[in-house]
């Protein structure tokens, strides 16, 4: 059956909109497995009914030899979110998932549909992943979207996942030791509406061998989680990781323990997937009281 883009009209007279649980706006590969083909699966996983609202459309991530693809226009980014509010599709809706933006208009799109979309529900919960890159390489996003995540999308944030890289970028503070992640965590506080501040890859001049830390930062606690590091690196893995604690925090776990559960996700499918000998990042299954 073909749809035509100019249809108009609403749902079936008798019918109901189809409720959506999480929003998970962030990138879209064709082969791989980052972004949304990451975190609608884990959504999936968890019992939550879930959508994606791609922000770039790649054949696979730049790390092959060769890539296609770019970044959905903004008129197509911004009708692909304010069509789920026209649809009606967000009266239930418990959580926004945001990660990488394709360019500084989407932000500010999306700082808008963010906006609008608190008046229609006041409690959901909208987690950022703001991703800009890592001390590895360096910055892998378009000019000006750390400007552009201080403007308009910090204020919109229950809660934001930086990587150590990250939160030095948006606050121009250092973030090597344990004190600094906390200076630069609650300063991110302070210049956002979050509540609170998780650090992946933080403190990396205070790992002992064989570890990595996260960082759990609100505006009168701060605690560290110790893990594993693996020898293992596939992409992706910090897109696991927002999406599984997105998840457990929709199941009314206490932050410090749906932390502790995502880390344990992304260590499982870091096992399998070397396990696997895989060149993409593989999830394993959980159940839900796991």
């Not at 503070?173 to 965590?185: E, I, R, Y």
Request: charged share 10%.
């Amino acid at each position: 059956m073909a749809i035509s883009p100019h249809a108009t009209g609403t749902a079936s007279r008798g019918t109901r909109p189809l409720p959506l649980d999480v929003v998970s706006v962030q990138s879209q590969v064709v082969y791989g497995r980052v972004g949304n083909n990451v975190a609608l699966p884990t959504l999936h996983s968890h019992g939550l009914n879930a959508t994606s609202v791609p922000t770039v459309l790649f054949s696979n991530t730049p790390h092959y030899p060769s890539v296609h693809g770019g970044a959905v226009a903004s008129d197509w980014f911004n009708g692909f979110l304010r069509d789920l509010i026209a649809r009606d599709a967000l009266s239930q809706l418990q959580a926004v998932l945001c990660g990488y933006l394709g360019s500084p208009a989407q932000a500010t799109l999306l700082a808008r549909w963010l906006a609008d979309v608190r008046l229609l529900r006041p409690q959901a919960v909208v987690v950022i992943d703001p991703v800009l890159g890592d001390h590895d390489c360096g910055n892998y996003v378009a000019p000006g979207m750390v400007d552009a995540y201080r403007q308009h999308l910090l204020q919109q944030a229950t809660g934001l996942t930086p990587n150590g890289y990250e939160l030095a970028c948006l606050t121009g503070l250092p973030t090597a030791s344990w004190s600094q992640v906390q200076t630069a965590a609650r300063q991110l506080l302070q210049t956002s509406a979050a509540q609170w501040v998780v650090v992946t890859s933080a403190a990396p001049e205070e790992w002992q061998p064989g570890e990595m830390w996260v960082a759990i930062v609100t505006p009168d606690y701060a605690e560290v989680i110790r893990h594993p590091r693996l020898d293992c690196y596939p992409k992706g893995t910090g897109d696991l990781f927002c999406a599984s604690l997105t998840a457990r925090l929709l199941h009314q776990l206490p932050l410090h323990e749906a932390v502790s559960r995502a880390c344990d996700i992304v260590l499982g499918a870091l096992q399998l997937t070397a396990s696997q000998q895989s060149a993409e990042l593989l999830l394993p299954t959980y159940p839900l009281s796991g």
